[in-house]
Every structure is written in structure tokens, then in C-alpha cells.
């Protein structure tokens, strides 16, 4: 056999083989049938998820689909916070879904998860009971943060927080379960805490369905502010705005 025909031989070959290629690709690259999806579903239901899933699915082929591109546009859906997806024979998409789990209200409508992170959850209802909590943009994870400091600590005094904000110029203020207003403030929160504390232990728990708010941006002593009064019974000078 002389070279020449040697070298024919393998262009026939590899002709034959990216054909037969090309056939085999065709032959699995066929349109998705089947969505799985599992998890841990606990706020919403796979028929939304579905409902929701639908549109990144719809005309796609088992082996052309861009996974990486569809998980990232999954993501955006709300009440997901991670998606893994894996193709199943012949012509199915397997959907792993974490779902988020909220743990407060936040200012701009939406949720926050255990990350202080927020996430739209419409048009599935959220949770009862969930806490207000507010800030600026970005501020989730710290006033989160701080939420759950509250709450472990005046837990000791048979408090619960059901708001809390912070401002703009950085103060802080919470609502307790039973709707009296804390005013903390921008500094020395640890102290100012610890000083409401004391004082709500020692006669103020006992007035506590008479009172509006406590303010407690002072150096010594506390503000209380009564139901039916239109300012408070100052006990020190205010030290911030």
C-alpha cells in the first residue's frame, strides 16, 4: 500500500468516524422531557418551582443546554439559595435545590436569610412571627447580627425584640415584644444596654404597660417617656440627636 493511499485511508476514517459522531450527537442531544426536583422544601412548593423552572427549560436539548447558565439564572429565582443541576438519561434534568430560610422581615419588603442576606418572596407568604428589622443598603448582616445579640441578652430579663432599625447616621432603636420603644443610639451600646437593664429590673418592668419609650442616650440615667404625655420625664441631658 503506498503512502498515498495509507493517507486516504485515515481521511475516510476520521470522515467516518466525525459522521457517525455527529449522528450519535444527534441522536442524544434530544428535547428535555422530564423536570426532577429535590431538597429540603419547607416554604415552597415543587409546582412553583416548577412553574418557575419552566421557562429556562422550554426548548432546550439534553446536551446542548448550558448548565452553568441555567443555574445562575435559577438563582434569581426567589426562595432559592443554591441550585445544582444534573443531567439524567435519556432526556431529564435533575434540580437540587437549597432552599432559603428566612429569618426576618427586612425594610425594603423583602427577607432576610441566616446571612443577613435579602431575597424577594413573592408570591409565596411568608412565615408568621418572623422579626422588622431595617438599615441601609447593606446593612442586613449587621443589623442581623445585632438582633440576635439583643435577643440573647434581654431573653435574661424576659424581653423580646420585635423591631429593630438602624439609622442612616447610625443609631439604633428597637420595639420590644410588648410595643415599648428602646432609643440606644450611636455609641456606647453595650453600657446603655446594661444600664436599661438594671432599671427595668429595679421599677420600670413593673409601669411597663404605661410606657411610650425609653431613651437611653444619656451618660447617666434614663428618659421615659409615658402614654398620655407629650414629652418625656427627663432624668439627665441627652448626649446625641
Same mark, same amino acid.
Given at each position: ?12 476514517? %476520521?470522515?467516518?468516524? $466525525? ?19 429535590? !431538597? ?19 426548548? =432546550?436539548?439534553?446536551?446542548?443546554? +448550558? ?8 438563582? +434569581? ?10 443531567? @439524567? ?18 425594610? +425594603? ?25 431595617? $438599615?441601609?443598603?447593606?446593612? #442586613? ?15 435574661? %430579663?424576659?424581653? #423580646? ?17 410588648? /410595643? ?9 451600646? +453595650?453600657?446603655?444596654? !446594661? ?10 418592668? =413593673? ?13 447617666? #440615667?434614663?428618659? %421615659? ?7 418625656? %420625664?427627663?432624668?439627665? @441631658?441627652?448626649? @446625641? /440627636?
Amino acid at each position: 500500500m503506498t503512502r498515498s493511499s495509507t493517507l486516504v485511508g485515515v481521511l475516510l476514517l %476520521v470522515v467516518l468516524l $466525525g459522521a457517525a459522531g455527529r449522528t450519535l450527537w444527534v441522536w442524544l442531544d434530544r428535547p428535555i422531557e422530564r423536570v426532577s426536583i429535590s !431538597g429540603d422544601l419547607r416554604h415552597v412548593s415543587a409546582e412553583y418551582l416548577r412553574n418557575q423552572l419552566a421557562p429556562l427549560v422550554q426548548g =432546550q436539548s439534553w446536551l446542548s443546554v +448550558d448548565i452553568d447558565a441555567m443555574r445562575d439564572n435559577a438563582r +434569581d429565582i426567589g426562595w432559592l439559595k443554591e441550585v445544582r443541576i444534573h443531567r @439524567e438519561w435519556p432526556d431529564a434534568l435533575r434540580f437540587e435545590l437549597e432552599e432559603q430560610r428566612p429569618v426576618a422581615r427586612w425594610s +425594603d419588603g423583602r427577607l432576610l436569610n441566616t446571612e443577613g442576606q435579602p431575597f424577594r418572596h413573592e408570591p409565596v407568604t411568608p412565615p408568621q412571627g418572623l422579626p422588622d428589622l431595617s $438599615g441601609p443598603a447593606g446593612s #442586613g448582616p449587621e443589623v442581623l447580627a445585632y438582633h440576635d445579640t439583643l435577643v440573647s441578652r434581654l431573653d435574661d %430579663v424576659g424581653l #423580646g425584640v420585635y423591631q429593630l432599625r438602624l439609622e442612616a447616621r447610625g443609631a439604633w432603636r428597637l420595639q420590644l415584644d410588648d /410595643g415599648i420603644w428602646v432609643m440606644l443610639g450611636r455609641s456606647q451600646r +453595650d453600657g446603655r444596654l !446594661g444600664r436599661f437593664e438594671a432599671a427595668w429590673q429595679r421599677e420600670l418592668g =413593673q409601669w411597663a404597660s404605661h410606657i411610650r419609650y425609653i431613651d437611653l442616650r444619656y451618660p447617666n #440615667g434614663v428618659s %421615659v417617656a409615658w402614654h398620655g404625655e407629650t414629652e418625656p %420625664v427627663e432624668d439627665a @441631658e441627652a448626649e @446625641e /440627636g
